[in-house]
C-alpha cells in the first residue's frame, strides 16, 4: 500500500496505490484540482482517474471523468476533505475485498508457546565443553567469573572491530571478584583438595594460561591469542569448580535408592571397529585406521541414575561387541539388549536454573523450560526411550546425536530438545561420529575415571 500526496501548491498529482495480496490486484487513483480561478486557467480541468489492475488479467477497467473548468474548489482545506473522504472510501473498498484484516495487526507478536524455537538469543550451550562446565554445581563466586569470562566467547564472534575493551573489563571484573573472594573460593574446597585448590587458584591469577595473561593479549588486540588464552582460563576455572564440587547437591528421591548413580563426572572410551573391514579416516600425518576411538564425559551431577547405569553396564562389558545402527541424525546402540535387567530407569531431566532433576516428565521447551544438558549439541549422548512409555529410558540403548542446526528451530533448538535423558557429551573423536556405519561395532567400553564416584545399591 503506498500513497504518494501532492497538490497544486507542491506537484500536481495525488496518487494512492492499494495492493490485495490474495488476489494479486492493484487499484490506483490520480486527480488534479485548481485552488482558485486563475489556477483553473492554468490547469483547465478537475480530473479524477481511477484504475484497477489484475497482474493475471491483462484488461484495464478505467473510469475516467473531465469535469468543466467552471467547476473547481475554492479552498485547499476544501480540497483536502475531499481527499479524505475518497481514502476512507478506498480503505474501506479495499477492507472489504480482501480476506485480511488491515485493522488492528500486529505484525511482530510471537505467540509465547513458539517464543524459545522462534528466538535467535535462546540462550543454551552450543558445545559439549560448555555445558558441562556450566553443569557444575560450584561456588557462587566461581560461577559469577565463569559467566564473566564466557561473554567474552560472544565478543570475539564480532567481525572486524571486535569490542577489546568490553573485553577487558570482563577479565577485570572476574579479577576483581578472584582477589576479593578468595577465602569464599578456597573454603568451598575439601581439606584434602586444598593443597591442589591453592594451587589451580595461583594458576588462573597469574599463571601462563591465567587471567594476567589473558588481559595481555585482549591489550594487544590479537583475537587469536585471546581465543586460546581464554580457553585456557576456563579450563583451569572448571578444573577449580570440580574442586568444589565433590558430590551431589541433592538428595535422590527413595524410591530410586535402589538405582546405580554417579555422584560426579565419569570418562568413558569407547574402540569403535568399522564392521565391513574397511578403515577410518586417518589423522593428520597419519594412516587409515581400523579402529578409532570415542571418549564421552558423564556427568552425574545433572543425570546421576543415568549416568550411573551407563558407567556400571560398561564396567560389566555390556557394550562390548555391540552393533551400531545409524539415521541421518544420530548413531545408536543396537535394541533388544536382554541382560536381565529388573527395572526401568525413569527419564530423567535437570531443568536449568533448578537444583535437582525431574524424573519420569519431559520438559515444555515451548513454554521456556530448558535442560542443563542440552541435546541440542553434536556429540551429545542421550538414553532412547523405552519402548513401553517416554517416561522411562531404555535401559541399555543409548545413542550419540548428530545435531544439525538445519533441521532445528530457527533458536537452534533441536525439536526433540527436552525429551530424553542426556547424561553427557562427546569431547574426544566428534570427527569419528559422521564416519560410523550401520553395522560398526564397539570393540571395547571402558570407565576409565569416575568408578569411584559411582555408588552401587549394596554400598548406599
Not at 33 to 61: M, Q, S, V, W, Y
Not at 122 to 140: Q, S
Not at 264 to 284: C, N, W
Not at 404 to 430: C, H, I, M, P
Request: charge should be neutral; glycine fraction near 8%.
Amino acid at each position: 500500500m503506498a500513497f504518494t500526496l501532492s497538490s497544486p501548491i507542491l506537484p500536481h498529482k495525488l496518487s494512492f496505490s492499494f495492493s490485495a495480496a490474495p488476489k494479486r490486484s492493484f487499484l490506483s487513483s490520480q486527480f488534479t484540482f485548481p485552488l482558485n480561478r486563475n489556477e483553473a486557467a492554468r490547469f483547465g480541468h478537475f480530473k479524477i482517474h481511477c484504475k484497477r489492475t489484475n497482474i493475471n488479467d491483462t484488461r484495464e477497467p478505467v473510469h475516467q471523468h473531465d469535469l468543466p473548468t467552471k467547476l473547481f474548489i475554492s479552498t485547499f482545506q476544501h480540497g483536502m476533505k475531499t481527499v479524505k473522504t475518497l481514502i476512507a472510501t478506498i480503505l474501506i473498498f479495499v477492507q472489504i475485498s480482501t480476506p485480511l484484516c488491515l485493522v488492528g495487526w500486529d505484525f511482530w507478536s510471537v505467540f509465547p508457546a513458539n517464543a524459545v524455537l522462534y528466538s535467535p538469543d535462546t540462550k543454551v550451550p552450543r558445545t559439549g565443553e560448555l555445558a558441562l562446565r556450566r553443569a557444575i554445581p560450584a561456588n557462587a563466586n566461581m560461577k559469577a567469573i565463569q559467566a564473566s569470562l564466557e561473554d567474552i566467547s560472544f565478543l570475539l564472534r564480532i567481525p572486524q572491530r571486535k569490542p577489546y575493551g568490553t573485553m577487558e573489563g570482563n577479565v577485570k571484573k572476574a579479577l576483581k571478584i578472584a582477589m576479593d573472594e578468595k577465602d569464599s573460593i578456597l573454603a568451598s574446597i575439601p581439606a584434602d583438595l586444598k593443597e591442589k585448590g591453592s594451587a589451580l587458584y595461583a594458576s588462573l591469577m597469574d599463571g601462563k594460561g591465567g587471567l594476567q595473561a589473558l588481559l595481555k593479549c585482549i591489550k594487544d588486540q590479537d583475537p587469536d591469542k585471546v581465543s586460546v588464552g581464554l580457553a585456557s582460563s576456563l579450563d583451569t576455572v572448571a578444573e577449580l569448580e570440580l574442586l568444589q564440587a565433590p558430590g551431589l547437591s541433592f538428595l535422590l528421591p527413595e524410591q530410586y535408592k535402589k538405582y546405580p548413580r554417579l555422584t560426579g563426572r565419569g570418562i568413558v572410551k569407547l574402540t569403535i571397529e568399522k564392521g565391513d573391514g574397511s578403515a577410518f579416516s586417518p589423522e593428520a600425518g597419519g594412516e587409515p585406521r581400523k579402529t578409532a576411538t570415542i571418549q564421552v564425559v558423564l556427568d552425574g551431577y545433572s543425570a546421576p541414575l543415568t549416568a550411573g547405569n551407563v558407567a556400571k553396564l560398561v564396567i560389566d562389558g555390556a557394550y562390548d561387541g555391540t552393533r551400531l545402527n545409524c539415521t541421518n541424525q544420530a548413531v545408536l546402540t543396537e535394541k533388544g539388549l536382554d541382560k536381565g535387567s529388573d527395572y526401568n530407569l525413569p527419564l530423567e531431566i535437570m531443568p536449568s536454573g533448578q537444583f535437582e532433576p525431574l524424573y519420569r516428565t519431559a520438559l515444555n521447551v515451548q513454554d521456556g523450560e530448558l535442560p542443563v544438558l542440552p541435546l541440542s549439541v553434536y556429540g551429545a549422548v542421550a538414553m532412547a526411550h523405552s519402548e513401553d512409555s517416554e517416561e522411562y529410558s531404555a535401559p541399555y540403548q543409548f545413542f550419540f546425536y548428530l545435531y544439525d542446526k538445519r533441521n532445528a528451530g530457527l533458536g537452534g533448538l533441536s525439536f526433540d530438545e527436552g525429551q530424553f535423558s542426556v547424561f553427557g557429551y562427546t569431547t574426544v573423536g566428534r570427527d569419528i561420529l559422521p564416519q560410523i556405519k550401520t553395522g560398526d561395532v564397539i570393540q571395547s567400553a571402558k570407565l576409565m575415571e569416575g568408578q569411584d564416584r559411582l555408588l552401587l545399591p549394596n554400598e548406599s
